[in-house]
């Protein structure tokens, strides 16, 4: 094995070199172009290369780039903070910047911890999460994960956290209507923290859409409230993981929204600063950060923790984000591109779903639409349809997971500025794609 390279990810793998990008396209060092099909890893919201938030990252390296938190407050900080109180639901106003969405979890589980102890409630320290989940890459956020592959050999070094399972209703075989099904996974969590014993529950940590883990998976909407009546029926603090569903992924702020539900702490990242810097934060209800600050203080920070660069960006992208009305945007053109998608279940009879709201869609791969049987794991979809996009400059995020067991499910999220002729290219390649991969492993296709 020659090494061509010093860098490695999590493996060999070698991609062209990017040279630039713009609005949804970029471009490798051969001058092919790409459509960024899932926003890189659905962190592109605004898009590539942005003028004006490449000039307001500009101004404030003229003036300051880091400025250490405890040594000096600065401007770009507690404007985010403030734009971002003002955006996030009523009651969730006080916020804790982070550089990344591992570190929003993480920060999310400690400030519950904290806020527990402060409250008497010292036995509380178990934090419930769903199977299949991700919820980052630290120790602490590989315990709430639920996806084996990433964890397991991990578990020696970790606590166990309990996992319930996720509302993944379509593969459900049984009569229920939609609105049982939902309750049904939702008592799920009750019947956990009863055998956990509750005065030891502290939190339980979901995404509201599920992201890499469940391909866009969205619970019936029965599920939300009844998950919040749980979690107060028993003291526990909620927690949404929106590190992809939020900055108006989904066509609302934070997904949250859809349902009316007010969690008690939320993770962001991603979308957040949409890739022109590494940021994330952590907002929570204020009377949970009064009882932490009040008693001592939040035990927990990190050394690149609102910086006035980080933050000028964020203020930047935010402020796009709501010049451009791209929340409106991604909420119209994920409808049109989930229809889309559904049109080509005609055509291809082993798409088996597809499910998502806004612009966090994704589409599953199955050998049987009716019994939802996934295909064959040697045939390696989930790999090769990336591939044959690829190839074709459509780029497409994919995962081989659900549950106990298996599927391939694609995740199609472009940046929320997209139009009409585009997602057209969108389907134009994914169709070209499909046909190929069919053609390749002998799959029916509808003509
Ligand atoms: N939570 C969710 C829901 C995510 O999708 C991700 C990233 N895929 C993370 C947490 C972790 O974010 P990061 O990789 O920025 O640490």
């Known amino acids: 094995m020659t090494r061509s390279s010093n860098l490695f990810y999590q493996s060999r793998l070698a991609r062209p070199m990017l040279d630039r990008a713009e609005g949804i396209y970029l471009w490798d060092t051969s001058g092919k172009r790409y459509l960024d099909g899932s926003s890189g890893a659905m962190v592109s919201n605004i898009g590539h290369s942005n003028p004006r938030v490449i000039e307001a990252m500009k101004k404030q390296l003229d003036k300051s780039s880091f400025g250490y938190r405890l040594h000096f407050q600065n401007e770009p900080a507690e404007k985010l903070a403030r734009m971002t109180a003002e955006l996030m639901p009523e009651g969730l106003d006080r916020v804790f910047f982070v550089s990344g969405g591992s570190e929003a979890v993480e920060s999310s589980v400690k400030l519950a911890r904290q806020y527990a102890i402060t409250q008497g409630n010292d036995k509380r320290w178990k934090v419930i999460s769903r199977f299949p989940s991700y919820h980052g890459g630290t120790l602490g956020a590989v315990a709430l994960t639920g996806y084996d592959p990433l964890t397991k050999p991990f578990a020696p070094m970790m606590r166990e956290m309990p996992k319930i399972p996720a509302p993944l209703c379509y593969l459900d075989q049984d009569n229920l209507d939609d609105e049982a099904r939902g ?265």
């Open 183 to 447: 309750l049904k996974y939702a008592e799920m969590l009750r019947d956990e923290i009863i055998a956990q014993g509750p005065e030891t529950v502290l939190a339980f940590i979901m995404e509201p859409i599920g992201g890499a883990s469940t391909g866009a998976l969205v619970a019936p909407d029965s599920y939300y409230g009844r998950i919040r009546e749980i979690c107060d029926e028993f003291g526990i603090l909620l927690i949404y993981d929106e590190v992809m569903t939020g900055a108006g992924r989904t066509g609302k702020f934070v997904a949250s929204e859809h349902w009316g539900i007010t969690p008690d702490i939320v993770a962001l990242s991603k979308g957040f600063a949409a890739g022109y810097s590494p940021l994330g934060a952590m907002v929570a209800k204020s009377d949970i950060v009064d009882a932490v600050l009040d008693a001592g203080g939040f035990l927990h920070g990190f050394t690149y923790a609102g910086n006035p660069l980080a933050c000028a960006a964020g203020t930047a992208v935010l402020t796009e984000l709501q010049r451009l009305d791209l929340i409106t945007n991604a909420a119209a053109m994920g409808e049109i591109l989930k229809s889309e998608l559904t049109t080509l279940m005609d055509r291809y009879p082993f798409i088996g779903d597809v499910r998502g709201k806004g612009l966090l869609l994704a589409f599953e791969l199955v050998s049987d639409r009716e019994t939802m049987v996934p295909l064959p794991k040697g045939l390696n979809a989930y790999n090769r349809l990336v591939d044959l996009a690829y190839e074709r400059g459509l780029i497409i995020y994919s995962r081989r997971t659900r549950g106990g067991i298996e599927g391939d499910h694609f995740l199609v999220c472009p940046p929320l500025i997209i139009n009409r002729p585009q997602i057209d290219e969108i389907t134009a390649t994914l169709i070209e794609s499909l046909d190929s991969m069919a053609a390749e492993m002998n799959l029916p296709v509808n003509v």
